[in-house]
């Protein structure tokens, strides 16, 4: 039971565009969700977070959209830069405490290729 | 303020062994979760512990274990191997603040089971 889904394996853009990074999710209980950047044989970094209380959080080139509704959020990277290439991985928690403590459920990750 | 340490960042041990893998989060932290990254199951929770306690598992074998000394540093143990605990393994550390669950990762430690 996959309750974190990146649905496109891999997303190319050209130096300069947009990228835009989807992730859905099916847990009701989910309130925080967090955007990684991942470079191989690393560990992630993060990127961006935000809480079920908003539906916007933006940070420099780095915008996070939620769209509770549709348990749906997004990543836009404006501009995109060839040094954003990497795995992109979103993750989600709870607060509800117990089973919630410490605990992220990530997406499969989306591959971004920046070409210049 | 140094990011999390893991030690080793390689390890290669044999089957049947078994393996300890060290965590030491950004000063300040008192939460230290534990992960492990394979291609095929991609990154999953192992457990979390606070002030020396675990507060929460993911499912895993017994054979997966750990523990959190005073100092907020973490070790976890994977005894009698298997190949198919060949991975990455992550740790993070976090501060705990109420409705913020923002993790920072160490490098990583590659185990390969032959």
């Known amino acids: 039971d996959q309750q974190v889904k990146q649905n496109s394996p891999s997303l190319s853009v050209q130096e300069g565009r947009i990228s835009i990074l989807n992730c859905d999710y099916t847990?009701?209980?989910?309130?925080?969700f967090l955007w990684y950047k991942k470079y191989p044989a690393e560990g992630p970094t993060f990127l961006i977070s935000i809480s079920s209380i908003k539906d916007k959080n933006e940070d420099g080139r780095f915008t996070v959209f939620l769209n509770k509704s549709a348990k749906h959020l997004s990543l836009h990277i404006v501009p995109s830069q060839p040094g954003d290439s990497a795995v992109y991985f979103c993750a989600a928690s709870g607060s509800a405490g117990g089973t919630s403590y410490g605990k992220l459920t990530f997406g499969q990750g989306t591959i971004l290729t920046v070409h210049p | 303020k140094a990011g999390v340490t893991q030690t080793p960042r390689y390890l290669i041990k044999t089957r049947g062994q078994q393996v300890t893998l060290s965590c030491s989060p950004i000063?300040?932290?008192?939460?230290v979760s534990w992960y492990q990254q394979t291609p095929g199951q991609g990154l999953q929770f192992l457990f979390e512990?606070?002030?020396?306690?675990?507060?929460n598992k993911g499912n895993f074998p017994g054979r997966f274990s750990g523990r959190q000394f005073s100092n907020s540093r973490s070790e976890m143990n994977v005894s009698t191997l298997e190949l198919g605990d060949s991975a990455l393994y992550l740790c993070?550390?976090?501060?705990?603040?109420?409705?913020?669950?923002?993790?920072?990762f160490g490098p990583g430690t590659r185990l390969t089971v032959l």
């Open positions: 000063s300040g932290h008192r939460s």
């Open positions: 512990y606070f002030s020396e306690t675990q507060r």
């Open positions: 993070a550390s976090s501060l705990v603040i109420s409705g913020n669950n923002e993790q920072f």
């Open positions: 847990n009701s209980m989910f309130d925080y």
